[in-house]
């Protein structure tokens, strides 16, 4: 990819660009406990966006997307912002550092990827991320703290974008390590890192590519039964609750706030839970987790579909280790992590079994974690 980005770097603009790198991520367990104040458990993967990136002495952008072939410019003053989605991710990255006291000057840029877009692998994040890292280390001696950098990235998608995302994406972009997922605590956002290098098994995303409900209102209402949940037991979010205090006030909350709360309480502690069976090298006990958080999603949270129940369903009966929903629910992936030797069997399956049924294949995404935002030469 590198050499392609640059051969087009020099066509279009001449001259010796440096060249950034930031990764998609996956996200091994922790499913809505960011907004409850819990941990995810998040790793880059080796599906990258790659940019060469040159200053160019004016204060003008001319970037170029390979992957779209549309070529954009534009300032760098609030009312300069692009018509173009896909640029004001990056128009929004130059705000946001300038904003927070950075500098960003006019640059010259060409960039491509290999992270298929809206999938639930974070390619916004990416797209961020590198153009974040690019900068920093181009006109900030990167001073900018790679955490502040993540943050960039999310206040980007807020404020240019749109989409009103937590930190997580960001984060694991730009601070994932290889062969390491990091356990981020969403309420103090300290973070630490996990070996995650099986050689054993592999980790296989199924796309069902279906998206069923809009995904604002469930999501809103399964927020506000949290919400609601902790102001009845007295905490600031379920973080703080135990089951023991739910049990305690089932009789007086709807039995659908009670599921949901169950499920993030019970989320939280198999996050902690997975953490410790990967430092013994347990990759049962991490796998079995992952079935328990498909099932709380699909019975107790309620974001599951048929498709992602049928792709869970298969990857058990393909003696799979671990597979859940990954991502917020009603359509997108399944997380799976497989033996080797069953890889090829699993993935021959779950495509026959998944096309017989709903008339299209599910993608396969193979993933390995992987580096972050780096620089690459
Ligand atoms: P995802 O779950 O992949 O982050 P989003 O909808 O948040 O999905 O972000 C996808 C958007 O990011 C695309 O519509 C596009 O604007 C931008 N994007 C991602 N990857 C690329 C790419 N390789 N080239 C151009 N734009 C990209
Ligand atoms: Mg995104």
């Known amino acids: 990819m590198k050499d392609t980005i640059v051969a087009e770097f020099k066509k279009r603009f001449g001259g010796v660009p440096s060249v950034y790198s930031s990764a998609g991520r996956i996200n091994l367990i922790g499913e809505h406990t960011d907004y409850n104040g819990g941990f995810v458990f998040p790793g880059a993967i080796d599906k990258v966006i790659m940019a060469a990136v040159r200053p160019n002495g004016t204060e003008l952008v001319r970037v170029y997307s390979m992957d779209l072939e549309e070529y954009v410019e534009f300032g760098l003053n609030e009312e300069d912002a692009p018509s173009q989605l896909w640029a004001s991710y990056i128009f929004g990255v130059c705000r946001e550092i300038i904003k927070s006291g950075g500098t960003v000057k006019g640059f010259d840029a ?30 900030n001696d990167n001073r900018i703290p790679k955490f502040e950098l993540a943050k960039i990235g ?10 009103n995302c937590g930190i997580m994406d960001q984060f694991a972009s730009v601070m994932g390590q290889a062969g390491k997922l990091i356990r981020l605590d969403c309420r ?27 995904a604002d209102s469930p999501y809103n209402r399964r927020r506000e039964s949290c919400e609601r949940v902790a102001r009845r037991l007295g905490v600031d979010t379920l973080r703080d609750a135990t089951m023991e205090m739910l049990e305690s006030m089932k009789d ?13 309480i019970e989320e939280k502690e198999r996050v902690l839970a997975v953490c410790d069976a990967l430092m013994a090298g347990d990759y049962d006990t991490v796998g079995r987790k992952m079935y328990e958080t498909h099932r709380g999603l699909s019975k107790d949270y ?13 990857a058990r009966e393909c003696g799979v280790t671990g597979s859940r929903i990954m991502g917020g629910g009603f359509g997108g992936c399944t997380i799976n992590l497989v033996r080797k030797d069953l890889r090829d069997d699993f993935i021959r399956t779950a495509r026959t079994r998944f096309r017989e049924r709903f008339g ?14 780096r620089k690459v030469v």
């Open 252 to 264: 007086e909350i709807s039995t659908e706030d009670y599921s949901r709360a169950k499920f993030v």
């Open 188 to 214: 103090s956002l300290d973070f630490e890192y996990y070996p995650f290098a099986p050689e054993d098994y592999e980790l296989i995303l199924l796309d069902s590519r279906v998206k069923h409900e809009l």
């Open 302 to 314: 309620e974001v599951s579909c048929e498709e992602l129940d049928f792709l869970n369903d298969v």
């Open 360 to 373: 299209h294949d599910p993608e396969v995404y193979p993933v390995v974690i992987s580096d972050g935002a």
């Open 110 to 139: 060409v960039f491509a990827g290999n992270i298929p877009l809206g999938a639930g692998l974070s390619s916004s994040a990416a797209l961020e991320s590198c153009f974040a890292f690019a900068l920093n280390d181009l006109y």
């Open 154 to 163: 999310q206040m980007t998608e807020h404020n240019y974008c749109g989409v």
